[in-house]
């Protein structure tokens, strides 16, 4: 307990002070302690206002091999597909009339997409909806890239870490992956002045408390905007496919703890998270999340963005999407609301 209270008074702990708080996980009067304070810092900062991201999923392929994710290049039953430019704004125009005013570019890193190609479409979107923040989330690029996607319009980042230990992070990625370039990647993004976003998978394989202790302190220190945290689900194709899922009490527990201790901090309650439980998400939103991303992406191509096995959302239209999400998040009292939703310092 006493580490619990000492984040609520200090919104930081040492690493051994996190280790020790995310071994009481499963006591569900700490679970309790922090969801409320973490609600009530949300309200605090954010009132009872939910943001959607507008998620279009542009590109499944991939010249990474991340062990744990069904788009990796050596999958060879993945049935790859690109949108078109003309797909991508057509995405974005569906997503406006629904009242989006994020939309996030998701991807495999393609090589297709290069610089130019990427440039032209966030100055497109930037051009045809000057009030709309736009997102990418394409994996490491150069600092010069980042450079050019700022200039050209984009306003946010979002590359998860997938781990702050080393040793952790070989088990996940292939030798050519290197923790050190991505958490360069962040710093220069950070720099560029992009909103950023970094996160991780709960219980992805050889996750431990120490790890996640590892991944806490890498957090307070990056101080990012946004964090996306989310159960690691397997999927069928990969060499972790018969590993069990990441806990989702877990989850919830760590999006309390990242809410206390980063205040301001944009909190999705993910996808993943709503697959691993049919609630997950309004549990997130009662854990502090105060984010949700509902899929704009094409439906003929959703099932093809197979990161992990029995993927929600993969059957509705937007519309259907948007509005299943509004109903969820006002059965547990919040609101979704038609706003850039920036992050507040
Ligand atoms: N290529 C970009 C990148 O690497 O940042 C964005 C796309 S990547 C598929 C988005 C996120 O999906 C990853 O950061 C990872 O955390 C998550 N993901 C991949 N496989 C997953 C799995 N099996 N279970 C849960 N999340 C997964
Ligand atoms: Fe590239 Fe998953 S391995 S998106």
Redesign the pocket.
């Known amino acids: 307990m006493n580490a619990a209270q000492k984040l609520i008074r200090e919104h930081n702990l040492t690493w051994e002070e996190f280790a020790e708080l995310i071994k009481m996980a499963d006591d569900p009067q700490v679970d309790a302690l922090l969801a409320e304070e973490a609600v009530r810092i949300r309200k605090e900062v954010y009132g009872t206002d939910v943001y959607t991201r507008g998620l279009i999923e542009f590109t499944n392929y991939?010249k990474?091999?991340?062990y744990y994710?069904g788009?990796?290049r050596s999958n060879p039953n993945a049935k790859r597909y690109r949108l078109t430019e003309e797909e991508i704004l057509a995405c974005c125009e569906n997503g406006y009339e629904l009242g989006f005013r994020t939309f996030v570019l998701q991807g495999?890193?393609d090589p297709y997409f290069n610089d130019d190609r990427m440039v032209d479409i966030v100055r497109k979107i930037r051009a045809g909806y000057p009030d709309c923040a736009i997102t990418l989330s394409i994996g490491e690029k150069s600092y010069e890239s980042y450079k050019r996607f700022r200039e050209a319009g984009a306003d946010r980042y979002l590359l998860r870490h997938e781990t702050a230990n080393d040793v952790h992070y070989r088990k996940l990625h292939p030798e050519e992956m290197r923790l050190e370039a991505r958490k360069q990647c962040l710093y220069d993004l950070k720099t560029l002045g992009y909103q950023v976003g970094a996160g991780f998978m709960v219980g992805s394989p050889e996750q431990t408390a120490e790890t996640l202790a590892d991944d806490l302190v890498f957090l307070k220190e990056l101080d990012p905007q946004m964090v996306g945290i989310g159960p690691f689900i397997p999927h069928h194709d990969t060499m972790f496919a018969k590993e069990p899922s990441g806990s989702v009490p877990l989850t919830l527990f760590l999006l309390s703890v990242i809410r206390i201790m980063l205040p301001h901090v944009l909190l999705p309650a993910t996808t993943a998270l709503g697959t691993a439980d049919p609630l997950g998400r309004e549990k997130g939103l009662q854990h502090g999340a105060n984010v949700v991303m509902p899929n704009l992406s094409p439906v003929k191509n959703r099932k093809q963005y197979d990161?992990y096995d029995n993927k929600i959302c993969t059957g509705e239209e937007a519309a259907e999407c948007r509005g299943c999400l509004g109903r969820r998040v006002e059965s547990v009292g919040f609101t979704l609301v038609s706003d850039r939703g920036d992050f507040r310092s």
Request: with cysteine; net charge negative.
């Open positions: 991939c990474n091999d991340c994710c788009i990796r495999g890193e990161l």
